[in-house]
């Protein structure tokens, strides 16, 4: 595992995409992005406290959207250890970790070449989320100290080498980690369609073995599955 630090950057993912030559698992870490993304082109406030980071692995085991669920689950693992209410740590689908109802992270996975891109950003020493201040929250106003965020990088990075290569293997542990801590668990689901929010209401089912979110529609029977999809919880 091979380390590039900078002090501020566009974006740690945007880094490795412009490179000609990626090496498995060398981590992009920023102390601070300037055009931080998440997914869909929204935005992700990068200050300074943040773990931000991105490491490239090789596309050769049909990922399809495993990866990004997978990501989840490893910094889920990782940041319970650090939690001491660990029942309001929840994974989000697809790509996000809560900790009770606020963003504490996003990851953004591309597909690049013959590589897929991971970038991780997770709230740990700072505070600042500027228009997202009501929305997101940090491992330290979680537990109301500094934390190290190099040392959580490497956690992630290595849990995520060390399983990665087994993932289909243990794809079905995985998926029913991810779905017992779902945040959408209970929750009413408007769908949005042509840029509009449908009125009707949905209902989480699962996260199926294909990474595909699946949910039920208000007085239907039949589940119906999405591989993408905009939507809040109301």
């Known amino acids: ?7 501020e950057i566009n974006s740690t993912n945007t880094y490795l995409r412009r490179q000609l030559q990626v090496e498995e698992f060398e981590v992009i870490v920023a102390k601070k992005q300037t055009d931080g993304k998440g997914k869909r082109d929204s935005v992700w406030i990068s200050n300074e406290g943040a773990a931000l980071f991105s490491f490239a692995v090789r596309d050769n085991i049909e990922l399809d959207e495993k990866i990004t669920i997978f990501a989840g689950y490893i910094v889920y693992e990782v940041l319970k250890n650090y939690v001491s209410n660990q029942d309001k740590l929840t994974f989000k689908w697809p790509n996000d970790i809560y900790y009770e109802n606020k963003k504490m992270c996003g990851i953004l ?9 991971v970038g991780i950003g997770i709230n740990i020493n700072n505070t600042d989320f500027g228009m997202f201040q009501e929305k997101a929250i940090s ?7 500094i934390h190290p965020v190099q040392q959580i990088i490497e956690e992630v990075v290595s849990n995520f080498e060390n399983q990665f290569h087994s993932l289909n293997k243990n794809w079905e542990n995985i ?6 801590n779902s945040y959408l668990k209970d929750k009413k689901i408007l769908i949005k369609r042509n840029g509009k929010f449908l009125e009707k209401e949905y209902r989480f089912l699962r996260v199926d073995r294909r990474g595909q979110i699946s949910l039920i529609g208000k007085g239907d029977s039949d589940e119906v599955k999405f591989t993408s999809l905009e939507f809040k919880v109301v």
Request: net charge neutral; hydrophobic share 45%; aromatic share 10%.
């Open 1 to 7: 595992m091979k380390f590039k630090f900078f002090d």
């Open 109 to 117: 996975c591309e597909k690049v070449r013959d590589h897929i891109i």
């Open 139 to 145: 491992l330290v106003e979680i537990t109301g100290k």
């Open 175 to 180: 998926l029913q980690i991810v779905n017992e």
